[in-house]
Structure formats: structure tokens, C-alpha cells
């Protein structure tokens, strides 16, 4: 089964509300984490990093935490803006040097 | 670096019509994958190189699709011959080998089989 889940959106907020985005996954050891956004018509470019457990990656206001206890990299932004509405991709590295992808979460930020 | 660099942006072609798309990695980087985003099956795997050399390429769907690397600047996927079903975006992405560095993806190329 996929490594990497996400939560599913899509997610619709207000401007200056909070999101988070859980991320959860599986393996063997301590890989490397990662969170994705893709704005439309574009590729995908790296928001944060975390690399060793209880990291803490950030980056443009967002936020999230490597917890090796829970497995989970939960991506949150305390204050949304209409321009953070993208697709945001949580993935994991591997000792075969892939990255695997979660399915992605469409978040729509509204004025 | 301008960054990895995918052509053409578009392309729509009809069915039963041969496909190329190219990618320029980002200078120094020595793995390359190539990635198909659609809307039921999300972003999927095809086909990673390292070093110029295939090493796993159980994600590319049929015989219909193959890639290539003749050197560390340029790599091709081809389909032959193309289905609407092949509609979606094309990815390329790079990095330098290892667990804890990043993959640098290109614009993507639309890709329409009509």
C-alpha cells in the first residue's frame, strides 16, 4: 500500500483562518519528510524539510513537525492567505532514493 | 541554473501518434525521474535514473512508454503509439543522489491525445 497518506481534501477556508494538513506514514528507519506545494499550472516546489526526528521544518508561515512516535508530519499555517491556495503534497524519502507521494490536498483560501 | 527544464509545455497530438518529451536536468544533479499527474491516479512514479542509468522503471505502464538518458544533460520519454488515455501532465524532477536531499521539478508538459 502507499507509504504516505493524506489527509483528503479538498479543503476550503477563509483568509487569516488556520490549517493543517495531516500526513502519516510507514517505514523501516528514520527517512526524511517532506511537504510539497503546487500552484496551478505549475510543477511541484519544496515548501519544508525535515530530515532526523523531532525537526521542525518551515517556511513562508507554514510549519510541521517530524514525530516519529505518531509518524506523522502534520504540514499547519496559522494564518491563510488567499495566495496559499494550491495543492500540497506530503512525501517521504527512502533508502532507494524515490520519494513517495501522498495523493495531495486542494486547499482553496477565499477572500 | 534556470532550473529543471521540460519540452514543449503542450502538446496535443492524436491518437496512435508518436510522443516525445525532454527534460534538461539541473547541472550536477545525477538523478532524474520522470512522474505523470492525473486527476484519478494523482502523481505516479514512471521511471528513475541515476547516473545516466535506469534503475527502476516497474511504474512505466505499457511497452508504449520508454525513456532514455544518453547523457547527464538530457533525457527523453517517449510513447509510441499514443492513447487518450495517455492524457495527463508529465513531470520531471532531479536531484542529487541521496535520502535526505530534495527533487527539483520541472513546469510539466500537458500532454492531450485526442
Known amino acids: 500500500g502507499n507509504s504516505v497518506t493524506q489527509m483528503e481534501g479538498p479543503v476550503t477556508l477563509s483568509e487569516e483562518a488556520f490549517l493543517t494538513i495531516n500526513c502519516t506514514y510507514t517505514a523501516t528507519g528514520y527517512p526524511s519528510l517532506f511537504w510539497y506545494v503546487q500552484y496551478p499550472g505549475e510543477g511541484l516546489q519544496l515548501l519544508l524539510k525535515a530530515t532526523k526526528a523531532d525537526d521542525k521544518g518551515s517556511n513562508k508561515g507554514f510549519e510541521a513537525t517530524y514525530r516519529k512516535e505518531t509518524t506523522s508530519f502534520h504540514l499547519e499555517k496559522g494564518s491563510v492567505q488567499v495566495s496559499d491556495s494550491a495543492v500540497y503534497f506530503c512525501?517521504?524519502?527512502?533508502?532507494?532514493?524515490?520519494?513517495?507521494f501522498g495523493a495531495g490536498t486542494t486547499v482553496t483560501v477565499r477572500a | 541554473d534556470a532550473g529543471v527544464i521540460q519540452s514543449p509545455r503542450h502538446e496535443v497530438t492524436e491518437m496512435g501518434q508518436e510522443v516525445t518529451l525532454r527534460c534538461k536536468p539541473i547541472?550536477?544533479?545525477?538523478?532524474l525521474f520522470w512522474y505523470r499527474q492525473t486527476m484519478m491516479r494523482g502523481l505516479e512514479l514512471l521511471i528513475y535514473?541515476?547516473?545516466?542509468?535506469?534503475?527502476?522503471d516497474s511504474g512505466m505502464p505499457e511497452d508504449r512508454f520508454s525513456a532514455k538518458m544518453p547523457n547527464a544533460s538530457f533525457s527523453t520519454l517517449k510513447i509510441q503509439p499514443s492513447e487518450p488515455r495517455d492524457s495527463a501532465v508529465y513531470f520531471c524532477?532531479?536531484?542529487?543522489?541521496?535520502?535526505?536531499?530534495?527533487?527539483?521539478f520541472g513546469q510539466g508538459t500537458r500532454l492531450t491525445v485526442v
Open positions: 512525501a517521504r524519502g527512502s533508502n532507494d532514493y524515490k520519494l513517495s
Open positions: 524532477a532531479t536531484s542529487l543522489r541521496g535520502m535526505n536531499t530534495e527533487a527539483f
Open positions: 547541472s550536477g544533479h545525477n538523478s
Open positions: 535514473f541515476n547516473n545516466n542509468v535506469p534503475i527502476d
